[in-house]
């Protein structure tokens, strides 16, 4: 199976940045895509921003022009830069990868596909 890791939340003022990673472990031999999702109370959760192994990248109208999302293929890694963080960020962030390949001996083929994957998540707090 798949693991996912989030760290670097924590609590900012408005106007402060931010930097998320998330490190997928396991035999992995590829990532089709990761990204980035925000769960606020009581509201459902929310796609921030998300990178193909290609490197096209999409964002939410909300964090466009704030947030960067980059990725580091050979480390499994993915991280978010927010910038200009703003009262409205505040939110549990996920991690989530998506068309994982995974080295498995009980396939013909040798590896398995997931069709995603979630981290546990990493609290953000932005004060005014």
């Known amino acids: 199976q798949v693991q996912l890791v989030e760290s670097g939340g924590g609590l900012v003022q408005a106007g402060g940045s931010l930097r998320l990673s998330c490190a997928a472990s396991?035999?992995?031999?590829?990532?089709?895509?990761m990204g980035w999702y925000r769960q606020a109370p009581g509201e459902q959760r929310e796609l921030v921003a998300a990178?193909?192994?290609?490197?096209?990248?999409n964002y939410a109208d909300s964090v466009k022009g704030r947030f960067t999302i980059s990725r580091d293929n050979a480390k499994n890694t993915v991280y978010l830069q927010m910038n200009s963080l703003k009262p409205e960020d505040t939110a549990v962030y996920y991690c989530?990868?998506?068309?994982?390949?995974?080295?498995?001996?009980?396939?013909?083929?040798?590896?398995?596909?997931?069709?995603?994957?979630w981290g546990q998540g990493t609290q953000v707090t932005v004060s005014s």
């Open positions: 989530n990868a998506q068309g994982v390949r995974v080295r498995s001996q009980f396939y013909a083929l040798g590896y398995r596909n997931y069709n995603d994957a």
């Open positions: 396991g035999s992995i031999l590829s990532i089709n895509a």
């Open positions: 990178s193909t192994s290609g490197g096209s990248t």
